[in-house]
């Protein structure tokens, strides 16, 4: 899939499902890495890209770079990394909902940042809107994860609707 066919399903649909960013030998050695610096009931860790020397390195790519600049330009940069290890010994459901906050610094009272919280440590706010659009999610499974297997379903538009309430998320 080129940038134009990417740019394009991210319009309309919200997400582009991009198969094989990673050759089996990289995704093989992540997996790895990520199994020896975290133990199998750990759920989630977040600022894994501050933890793991090579999923920083990934992240920083030229190979994720490729798929981010075009859409959001050369200023583009990371700002959350976060890594899931569902598993038979860490697993739980998720309502449907949108990610709306992001982490920031500190807490700076500003029009149009609400809902603040702390997470890990960390000041996380929901800011305006126009600031959720210039932001781009990428998700790279390491495991067989897809479509047929419940890894994540997005609701195809959703993202023109601008924010959801939590109550009705499930009904879009």
Do not use: Y
């Not at 199998?40 to 977040?46: I, K, P």
């Not at 976060?82 to 949108?98: M, R, S």
Request: glycine share 6%.
């Amino acid at each position: 899939m080129n940038s134009t066919e990417i740019l394009g399903k991210l319009e309309c649909e919200g997400f582009a499902t991009i198969p094989c960013v990673v050759d089996d030998s990289l995704r093989l050695a992540l997996s790895r890495d990520v199994e020896e610096s975290q133990s199998s009931v750990v759920a989630g860790v977040r600022g894994v890209t501050q933890k793991i020397d090579s999923v920083r390195r990934l992240a920083h790519s030229e190979t994720i770079r490729a798929l981010v600049e075009p859409i959001l330009g050369r200023e583009a940069r990371l700002v959350r990394s976060i890594l899931f290890n569902k598993n038979e010994k860490a697993n739980w459901p998720v309502a449907w909902h949108q990610d709306l906050a992001i982490a920031v610094h500190k807490r700076v009272e500003l029009d149009g940042f609400v809902s603040w919280s702390i997470k890990n440590g960390e000041p996380h706010v929901q800011p305006p809107v126009q600031i959720l659009e210039r932001m781009l999610n990428v998700r790279l499974h390491l495991d067989a994860a897809d479509e047929s297997n419940g890894a994540l379903l997005v609701s195809p538009g959703s993202h023109l609707l601008g924010r959801i309430p939590a109550n009705e998320a499930a009904g879009v």
